[in-house]
């Protein structure tokens, strides 16, 4: 539960990262909940990408070695995370579908915008490995 204090702790004691980044925006007392942003429509459970959605962007090979990490750690704790690719991003048990829900949350603004259902959406999300190219880790010289 997002509002247990402790599980904020360890989040923060475990993550190079700010995880409270999303609850300034989205959490209880967010400013996206306030009475400015009253009209907002929610999605809070987004349906997961379907795979070859996913693999229009990334290689096979690589969203394969991704799942094969994850169900490593099937029967860790929450809180185990693993490095993947070149060390940089960290995976959890949660990863794979953190990453599949984030795709399907963006699938479905794009669709809402292009189908005029909605004039613009804006989706709070990081999935892991955010930063990837089709295969992995990218740096400046791989874009080249």
């Not at 907002?40 to 990334?58: E, G, I, M």
């Not at 984030?102 to 699938?107: D, F, P, R, T």
């Not at 259902?117 to 804006?122: I, K, L, S």
Request: proline share 7%.
């Amino acid at each position: 539960d997002i509002n247990d204090p402790a599980l904020r702790a360890r989040m923060v004691d475990q993550t190079p990262e700010n995880p409270h980044r999303l609850e300034v925006l989205c959490g209880e007392r967010g400013i996206l909940r306030t009475d400015a942003f009253r009209a907002l429509r929610w999605v809070s459970d987004p349906a997961p990408a379907p795979l070859v959605d996913v693999l229009r962007v990334h290689e096979y090979w690589y969203l394969h070695k991704l799942m094969e990490s994850v169900k490593e750690l099937s029967s860790a704790s929450a809180y185990q995370k693993q490095p993947f690719d070149r060390g940089d991003t960290k995976v959890t048990r949660e990863s794979w579908d953190a990453a599949l829900r984030a795709c399907g949350c963006v699938l479905e603004a794009v669709d809402l915008v292009c189908n005029e259902q909605v004039r613009n959406a804006f989706c709070a999300v990081r999935p892991p490995g955010h930063h990837l190219g089709p295969a992995g880790a990218t740096d400046k010289q791989d874009l080249d």
